[in-house]
Nanobody
Framework: QVQLVESGGGLVQPGGSLRLSCAAS????????IAWFRQAPGKEREEVSC??????????LYADSVKGRFVTSRDGAKNTGYLSMNSLKPEDTGVYYC???????????????WGQGTQVTVSG
């Protein structure tokens, strides 16, 4: 059984930082694309980053809105993906989900495995 469990969300002031974690079980996450999506109230779920599998060069893709501020990474030994978020803005507020699939896609429907989501609120 595949499980993705996110953690690390919370309330942070504008300009602050958070690091989200996505702990995987049931899959070797190094051979999956690990994507991070977010969903704000009343808005569609949007992809903010995707980290390619290590056998597809392992490079990262970012939405324009987060380039230069967010960094995605993985720790193969811990079977965990990360999203480090810096210089946070109020518009970054939302529920953040990690997702896994053998390839990166911007479409949520293309992802088979999802975490339960973690709330990020940028306010203050």
């Amino acid at each position: 059984q595949v499980q993705l469990v996110e953690s690390g969300g919370g309330l942070v002031q504008p300009g602050g930082s958070l690091r989200l974690s996505c702990a995987a079980s049931g899959i070797n996450s190094e051979y999956y694309a690990i994507a991070w999506f977010r969903q704000a109230p009343g808005k569609e779920r949007e992809e903010v980053s995707c980290l390619r599998p290590i056998d597809r060069n392992g490079s990262a893709l970012y939405a324009d809105s987060v380039k230069g501020r967010f960094v995605t990474s993985r720790d193969g030994a811990k079977n965990t993906g990360y999203l480090s978020m810096n210089s946070l803005k109020p518009e970054d507020t939302g529920v953040y989900y990690c997702a896994a699939e053998p390839f990166c896609s911007q479409q949520p429907k293309d992802y088979t495995y999802w975490g339960q989501g973690t709330q990020v609120t940028v306010s203050g």
